[in-house]
């Protein structure tokens, strides 16, 4: 058992920070402590002496070390509720703070997949940035979904829409998946009446579970000649000439690629994956914040379903 907290214990209590909170907050998440250290970036070094520091103030053990990185003790397990309410707490704190802004100036974080970055968002950016000179554009490309509910961006764009998080989703379009590859390709492929014809381009073992990769490893029946969890990866691919894939309808003319035709009796048979919702969201407390909703609104105006024409 650890000591009754003396009236030092008290004082130091009090003095426990934002960023104390953030850290363990961080270790929780990351469970090793160099990972947790290049979220909140600092050094290891610095990592383990800020939490040594923690758990002396705290008078408890909060992670046990092992080969395989850090384990929450029942302490820590106790404290993780009312950290993540801390952290709620001060991302309302921080949007009330910035929706004292009247301008439209300063940075906005654009989170979305990187061919949509590509194709849906870098087009329309001379437009924005000439209606809002003030404003400046961070874009964070990539597969993984990023967390908008704790901030790690302002803005994001995507097609699976958030189960959890303090956050205004709105729905600003579709995304038709196409059968897709170059025009010569497409045009020795002719009339496809088997999908086994043709030389498959799909998703790794990462993503396999998503619509699009499930449909091919469901009805290509050949091995792909390419798998890449990078969907920028495959359109690369499919633009060499090397096979054919399931690409979002906004990427296909944008990469110069066309439609793959198939028989009707095919279509019939194995339609195409559904078209996908397009999802915007941002957190709750930013959607009134005026460079947020700058972007937002202009977004949400554009429809991002392409290139401008």
Known sequence: ???????????????????DVRLFLALCRARTLGEAARQLGVD??????????????LSASLFDRGRHGLTATPAAEGLLPIAEEIEHAMARFAGAAEALERDVTGLVR????????E?????????????????????????????VSRRAADIALRVVRPERGDLIVRTIGEVEWVLAATPKLAARLGTVRRYQDIP?????????????ARWVS???GVDPVVRSDSLRVQIAVV??????????SPSVPFYGLVPVKLTAALRRAAPLPPAAPL???THRALRHVPRVKAVWDFLVERRTDGPPP
């Not at 654009?110 to 970055?117: G, H, V």
């Not at 870098?122 to 990023?146: D, F, N, S």
């Not at 799909?202 to 699009?212: C, H, K, Q």
């Not at 633009?239 to 979002?248: D, F, K, T």
Request: aromatic share 6%.
């Open 1 to 19: 058992m650890h000591p009754t907290p003396t009236r030092s214990t008290h004082e130091a209590l009090a003095g426990l920070q934002w960023n």
């Open 44 to 57: 290891g070094s610095t990592a383990s002496r800020r939490l040594a520091a923690l758990e002396e103030t």
């Open 110 to 117: 654009i989170a979305c997949p990187p061919d949509a970055a």
């Open 119 to 147: 194709v849906m968002i870098v087009p329309h950016l001379p437009a924005l940035l000439a209606r809002y000179p003030g404003l400046r554009i961070e874009i964070h490309a990539g597969e993984a979904l990023v967390d």
């Open 200 to 212: 498959w381009v799909t998703f790794g073992d990462e993503l396999a579970s998503i619509p699009a």
């Open 218 to 220: 469901r009805n290509a």
């Open 239 to 248: 633009a060499s000439g090397l096979g054919a894939a399931l690409i979002p």
């Open 279 to 281: 999802f915007l969201l």
